[in-house]
């Protein structure tokens, strides 16, 4: 039996963040989530008194029996890899087996835009009244999102100084533990080009000192992602798109959504070799491997009506041919 005490745990745990921020990671709410662990390991025996770190862990994983498994097992994962740490210490160390919290396959199928929704959504926000966002910054917004498939908090995040007009790029830093490079065509970066224009006015009709951020609001403030995030919602909500209310309908991460199956379509009308162009399409959107990738396969009927008669042209031109 493996005893650990709260004690024990918190010097592992502190190690063990160490390690992983010293790889570049944040790792902020991992961390969270073992101190969590280690609360529970110090209410069942104080801070020194040992327990079954077995029993323990799996008490904690089922505390609230209302839970999506998907979030457990995102715990789960968390507590396994200090327990791979410990084992590196201590080759006798327990290390639960992975069908512990197996994570289940989401049922969640996104809000795919058609290209016709994506055209009229900016033009609409080039006229949107947002408050404290002006209509250019707020069709800027989604014209980052659509055309590169950034995350809302990396485009939000973006400074000057990662955008790079003349070699068409940007520099996304240590977004979900890694910095990559986003390049982006000509259209994106005369619209990047108008967008610098208006961020100069802004600033100089406020006698705002620069925040840095290429996103700016109408105070010269640099622009945070919750208030990104309810004005893309009002925009959605008014033009049809999103109800009234509640968190139903289409959201803003509906774009990078978007970016990822019109780029998967064009490539099946192109004839192109999909599960060869995955990887590149993986590392450009900054997932941390291809299955994040995957998803978008079957997002809409669309790309599976296309797979289906690829997998036809293949099926009879190999039976002709064997």
């Given at each position: 039996?493996?005893?650990?005490?709260?004690?024990?745990?918190?010097?592992?745990?502190?190690?063990?963040?160490?390690?992983?921020?010293?790889?570049?990671?944040?790792?902020?709410?991992?961390?969270?989530?073992?101190?969590?662990?280690?609360?529970?390991?110090?209410?069942?025996?104080?801070?020194?008194?040992?327990?079954?770190?077995?029993?323990?862990?799996?008490?904690?994983?089922?505390?609230?029996?209302?839970?999506?498994?998907?979030?457990?097992?995102?715990?789960?994962?968390?507590?396994?890899?200090?327990?791979?740490?410990?084992?590196?210490?201590?080759?006798?160390?327990?290390?639960?087996?992975?069908?512990?919290?197996?994570?289940?396959?989401?049922?969640?199928?996104?809000?795919?835009?058609?290209?016709?929704?994506?055209?009229?959504?900016?033009?609409?926000?080039?006229?949107?009244?947002?408050?404290?966002?002006?209509?250019?910054?707020?069709?800027?917004?989604?014209?980052?999102?659509?055309?590169?498939?950034?995350?809302?908090?990396?485009?939000?995040?973006?400074?000057?100084?990662?955008?790079?007009?003349?070699?068409?790029?940007?520099?996304?830093?240590?977004?979900?533990?890694k910095t990559r490079i986003v390049p982006f065509l000509d259209d994106l970066a005369r619209e990047l080009g108008d967008c610098l224009l208006l961020r100069r006015r802004i600033l100089e009709a406020t006698a705002t000192v620069d925040p840095g951020a290429l996103l700016?609001?109408?105070?010269?403030?640099?622009?945070?992602?919750?208030?990104?995030?309810?004005?893309?919602?009002?925009?959605?909500?008014?033009?049809?798109?999103?109800?009234?209310?509640?968190?139903?309908?289409?959201?803003?991460?509906?774009?990078?959504?978007?970016?990822?199956?019109?780029?998967?379509?064009?490539?099946?009308?192109?004839?192109?070799?999909?599960?060869?162009?995955?990887?590149?399409?993986?590392?450009?959107?900054?997932?941390?491997?291809?299955?994040?990738?995957?998803?978008?396969?079957?997002?809409?009927?669309?790309?599976?009506?296309?797979?289906?008669?690829?997998?036809?042209?293949?099926?009879?031109?190999?039976?002709?041919?064997?």
């Amino acid at each position: 039996m493996n005893l650990i005490s709260a004690a024990e745990l918190a010097e592992d745990i502190a190690h063990f963040v160490a390690f992983k921020r010293a790889m570049g990671h944040s790792y902020r709410r991992s961390e969270l989530t073992l101190k969590s662990f280690q609360r529970a390991v110090e209410q069942r025996a104080g801070w020194y008194g040992k327990v079954p770190f077995e029993a323990v862990l799996h008490e904690w994983l089922l505390r609230n029996p209302h839970r999506q498994p998907v979030s457990v097992g995102l715990e789960f994962g968390v507590i396994r890899q200090l327990c791979l740490y410990r084992r590196r210490r201590d080759p006798d160390s327990f290390v639960p087996e992975q069908d512990w919290a197996p994570i289940k396959e989401s049922t969640f199928l996104p809000y795919i835009f058609t290209y016709g929704e994506v055209v009229h959504l900016i033009a609409a926000a080039s006229v949107h009244n947002a408050g404290k966002l002006d209509a250019g910054m707020l069709r800027m917004l989604l014209l980052i999102l659509y055309c590169t498939g950034l995350r809302l908090g990396e485009a939000v995040r973006l400074q000057l100084s990662d955008v790079d007009l003349e070699q068409q790029c940007f520099l996304v830093r240590q977004s979900k533990g890694k910095t990559r490079i986003v390049p982006f065509l000509d259209d994106l970066a005369r619209e990047l080009g108008d967008c610098l224009l208006l961020r100069r006015r802004i600033l100089e009709a406020t006698a705002t000192v620069d925040p840095g951020a290429l996103l700016l609001r109408n105070t010269g403030q640099a622009l945070p992602v919750r208030a990104a995030s309810d004005a893309i919602c009002r925009l959605l909500r008014r033009e049809g798109l999103k109800p009234a209310r509640g968190r139903t309908g289409p959201r803003p991460y509906e774009f990078r959504h978007a970016f990822a199956v019109h780029r998967l379509t064009a490539w099946y009308h192109e004839g192109v070799d999909i599960h060869a162009r995955l990887p590149w399409l993986s590392a450009y959107m900054g997932h941390v491997d291809v299955l994040g990738t995957q998803v978008y396969l079957r997002a809409t009927p669309e790309l599976m009506d296309l797979a289906s008669q690829r997998f036809a042209r293949h099926w009879y031109h190999s039976g002709k041919t064997s």
